[in-house]
């Protein structure tokens, strides 16, 4: 970045993450009529921030709270006596406790986009506790009953720490079984699935069909299935479903 880029289109916070990542060298300046600041960055480390007389923390959020001006990066350039040696992630964390909350914009259960990110931040106790509820699926809207738990969701979503857990969805075709009773069979493979992206094998199911009905069954795996949802005579009586439909099939 050799020009001058106004800030009114960049979030900046996202550019000093674009260049950490890109392991870059260098001052991040800002033009500002009330003075420079600058962000000097080192490989993967927060090495200094200057906002006029202003350093470390503070002066970075000075910026974030009127974040205006014109950047540029200058590549190679190094403080001479940096104050800072960190990572962005925990100054990111840190800086974010002192602007306005942004809400979440789903409620349902997250996952951690990056567990080598987040095992190189230095948590507290609490957080650990709420880090681990995550990872078990608790929804955002339930963890966000508490206001720490809430306020740190919100920090690891604007960093992209966390992201919406989506399950998968399987379009599979009804077969009726006599060899269960009272749980509907799907593959092995895609239970396997299920369990990888929500850390927990499921115990049941949710099946759409074209017509926008939902049934909820039970469920357990079979091998070889491929594309069939095998259902037991009594359940296909109860739900109204019929050998051949093609239904939706995903984690309930």
């Known amino acids: 970045m050799n020009n001058t880029t106004s800030l009114e289109t960049f979030d900046f916070l996202q550019l000093m993450y674009l260049l950490s990542e890109q392991g870059r060298t260098g001052v991040?300046?800002?033009?500002?009529?009330?003075?420079?600041?600058q962000a000097f960055l080192e490989g993967h480390r927060v090495r200094h921030f200057q906002f006029a007389a202003q350093t470390g923390v503070?002066?970075?959020?000075r910026l974030l709270r009127d974040p205006q001006g014109r950047f540029q990066f200058d590549e190679g350039v190094?403080?001479?006596?940096?104050?800072?040696?960190?990572?962005?992630?925990?100054?990111?964390l840190e800086v974010l406790d002192g602007l306005p909350e942004k809400p979440l914009?789903?409620?349902g259960p997250a996952k951690i986009t990056s567990p080598e990110r987040v095992a190189r931040i230095r948590w507290g106790l609490k957080e650990q506790a709420i880090l681990k509820q995550i990872e078990v699926?608790?929804?955002?809207?339930?963890?966000?009953?508490d206001p720490d738990a809430r306020k740190l969701l919100q920090k690891m979503h604007q960093i992209k720490l966390i992201a919406p857990r989506k399950?998968?969805?399987?379009?599979?075709?009804v077969a009726v079984t006599r060899e269960v009773w009272g749980v509907a069979v799907i593959?092995?493979?895609?239970?396997?699935r299920w369990k990888e992206d929500m850390l927990r094998p499921p115990q049941n199911i949710a099946i759409k069909t074209d017509d926008g009905q939902v049934h909820t069954l039970p469920v357990r795996g079979g091998p070889n299935l491929s594309n069939s949802l095998l259902i037991p005579a009594e359940l296909?009586?109860?739900?109204?479903?019929?050998?051949?439909?093609?239904?939706?099939?995903?984690?309930a």
């Open 105 to 107: 914009p789903y409620t």
């Open 167 to 173: 399950s998968r969805v399987a379009r599979l075709s």
């Open 58 to 61: 503070p002066a970075l959020l």
């Open 137 to 145: 699926q608790r929804p955002v809207s339930v963890l966000s009953q």
């Open 78 to 92: 190094v403080h001479p006596n940096p104050l800072l040696n960190v990572n962005l992630d925990d100054v990111a």
């Open 28 to 37: 991040l300046t800002v033009h500002r009529a009330d003075g420079p600041f």
């Open 236 to 251: 296909l009586m109860r739900t109204g479903l019929r050998a051949g439909d093609s239904v939706l099939v995903r984690p």
């Open 187 to 192: 593959d092995e493979l895609i239970l396997k």
